[in-house]
């Protein structure tokens, strides 16, 4: 089963494959983060857009698939003119082994921390086939690892020297600190807790949190613990259950909290968002 970030708040066990589609103007992701499954998003549309990790960063003009390594700490952004259309296909690691052989191998992607390869139409459209029914309702999982392994195969089949640019990412413990916050992030995280964690000084620690995510440990917490509260309010999770299960000590603490985050009050919030609010956006 995926961590808790991939369904946070789902009791049912979940089979670890699943893709979507979301459209909009522009993606700001100001803060690196990462997650224990792969991801790839395969984007539709033209124009620019910038997948980044602690490594570097490449540019693209769209009509590609970006692929994220699990753990790495990684980041996409789209201009706000741009439209962006994108289908996210995340995979666990015991749905790639339950693939078996060379069909659940990574291949060349195993040893990269991102990677993007640009899709030619007659690629785009065979791949966007099987995304599709990925994310159809009611798919079996059998069919969901079946279309998961055509996809794979077709993208390592494809791909090569000149149409694949890959990152490997700067090796840091600040990975290990982001990934320990997302598991955690329901009970009360100091920094000083933090350094003595990882073995390093909390000067230390805030310097390096600072550099690769570009945010402070208290911002990154908070902007996680929104995330999540916006999921669950979009879901139809009441203000009370939400201020409990995304780690706030006190209701009243909450409601402020969200207002200075979002600029409204939870309650709003949830009738504007009901069913509408994507968590990996």
């Given at each position: 089963?995926?961590?808790?970030?991939?369904?946070?708040?789902?009791?049912?066990?979940?089979?670890?494959?699943?893709?979507?589609?979301?459209?909009?103007?522009?993606?700001?992701?100001?803060?690196?983060?990462?997650?224990?499954?792969?991801?790839?998003?395969f984007v539709m549309s033209?124009?620019?857009?910038?997948?980044?990790?602690?490594?570097?960063?490449?540019?693209?003009?769209?009509?590609?698939?970006?692929?994220?390594?699990?753990?790495?700490?990684?980041?996409?952004?789209?201009?706000?003119?741009?439209?962006?259309?994108?289908?996210?296909?995340?995979?666990?690691?015991?749905?790639?082994?339950?693939?078996?052989?060379?069909?659940?191998?990574?291949?060349?992607?195993?040893?990269?921390?991102?990677?993007?390869?640009?899709?030619?139409?007659?690629?785009?459209?065979?791949?966007?086939?099987?995304?599709?029914?990925?994310?159809?309702?009611?798919?079996?999982?059998?069919?969901?690892?079946?279309?998961?392994?055509?996809?794979?195969?077709?993208?390592?089949?494809?791909?090569?020297?000149?149409?694949?640019?890959?990152?490997?990412?700067?090796?840091?413990?600040?990975?290990?600190?982001?990934?320990?916050?997302?598991?955690?992030?329901?009970?009360?995280?100091?920094?000083?807790?933090?350094?003595?964690?990882?073995?390093?000084?909390?000067?230390?620690?805030?310097?390096?949190?600072?550099?690769?995510?570009?945010?402070?440990?208290?911002?990154?917490?908070i902007a996680l613990r929104?995330?999540?509260?916006?999921?669950?309010?979009?879901?139809?999770?009441?203000?009370?259950?939400?201020?409990?299960?995304?780690?706030?000590?006190?209701?009243?603490?909450?409601?402020?909290?969200?207002?200075?985050?979002?600029?409204?009050?939870?309650?709003?919030?949830?009738?504007?968002?009901?069913?509408?609010?994507?968590?990996?956006?």
């Amino acid at each position: 089963m995926l961590d808790d970030a991939f369904y946070p708040f789902s009791r049912e066990r979940k089979c670890e494959i699943i893709a979507y589609r979301l459209s909009q103007k522009g993606h700001y992701m100001p803060l690196y983060h990462s997650h224990s499954y792969y991801e790839f998003i395969f984007v539709m549309s033209e124009g620019k857009i910038v997948f980044s990790n602690t490594g570097g960063s490449i540019e693209s003009n769209g009509r590609c698939v970006c692929f994220h390594n699990s753990h790495v700490l990684h980041r996409n952004n789209v201009p706000s003119d741009v439209f962006y259309d994108r289908i996210v296909l995340y995979c666990g690691e015991s749905a790639l082994a339950m693939l078996g052989g060379s069909v659940g191998d990574l291949g060349k992607f195993a040893n990269v921390g991102s990677a993007v390869i640009d899709l030619d139409n007659n690629e785009m459209r065979i791949i966007e086939h099987y995304l599709n029914e990925i994310a159809r309702e009611n798919i079996s999982n059998d069919k969901k690892l079946l279309y998961t392994a055509l996809i794979l195969t077709e993208l390592k089949e494809y791909s090569n020297e000149s149409n694949m640019r890959s990152l490997s990412p700067i090796k840091t413990y600040i990975k290990d600190v982001v990934e320990y916050i997302g598991l955690n992030y329901k009970n009360e995280i100091t920094t000083p807790d933090l350094a003595t964690r990882f073995f390093v000084s909390v000067n230390k620690l805030n310097r390096d949190f600072k550099r690769y995510t570009g945010s402070t440990i208290k911002q990154y917490l908070i902007a996680l613990r929104m995330k999540y509260a916006q999921a669950m309010l979009a879901g139809g999770e009441g203000v009370r259950k939400t201020a409990e299960e995304c780690g706030f000590e006190s209701l009243s603490y909450f409601i402020q909290a969200f207002r200075q985050y979002t600029g409204q009050t939870p309650s709003a919030f949830s009738k504007k968002a009901l069913g509408k609010f994507d968590y990996y956006t």
